[in-house]
């Protein structure tokens, strides 16, 4: 009887003390909603990855290797369980030391953040409705790729590179941008857009149009999108 009692007991703690082990190497991830070019062992495409039990836009880190069992869709923001175990030597040279394991995905939520992502017309920024380019008279378009975090756009002389600093599908900061230096008789539409640019702090969508918002809510340009 005590053999027994013995052995069940035993059979309890070894039981208890897996689950301990499995818990400990355990951890909580965050996986955004677009990968992005990286240089591991040769140039990759890298999920982005980070811990905690909030996002911080400005976190994000490399993830090099691979999940197990992680059906990865772009577009997607992810909450997921990852198991972490050591790989069994010899470990090749262009593989992780260690095995990661999906055990659950906790949520799965559309990027508010991608709905920017787009060809956009501008048809008003200021007082100033449907500014056209001094050269071709076309109307003057910006691309926002929200994943890429970058924007290019026609300011009527000069066109216009920068970055996306912030973007949580509501809040936006852009990058001052590098613009080219040709000189026009009229520079109004090009003064407006830049200072738009540099006061934006926000954006709403409806209607299939963008627009940007300073720091009160009040709109500083409208675009109409294209694609």
Partial sequence: ???????????ILAAVACERQAE???????INSSKM?????????????????EINPGSWEFFYSSIQGFDYEPGNIYQIKVKITDREPPVPADASSKIYQLVEILSENPDPALRLT????????????????FKNKEA???????????????MGCNSVRGEIKENDGEKLLLGPGAATRMACPDM?????????????????LENNQLYLLNESGQTLMTFQAID
Avoid at 37 to 53: E, H, N, R, T
């Fill in 1 to 11: 009887m005590k053999t027994i009692l013995f052995l069940f007991i035993s059979t």
């Fill in 24 to 30: 400990e190497n355990t951890e909580t991830w965050w």
């Fill in 37 to 53: 070019d990286c240089v591991g062992v040769g140039p990759m495409s890298c999920l982005q990855i980070q811990k905690g039990a």
């Fill in 118 to 133: 787009n060809i956009w017309k501008i048809i008003q920024v200021g007082e100033i409705e449907n500014p056209t380019g």
């Fill in 140 to 154: 003057l378009t910006f691309e926002f790729n929200a994943s890429k975090k970058t924007y290019v756009g026609n």
């Fill in 188 to 204: 109004s539409a090009e003064n407006a857009i830049s200072k738009a640019l540099t006061d934006t702090r926000g954006y709403k």
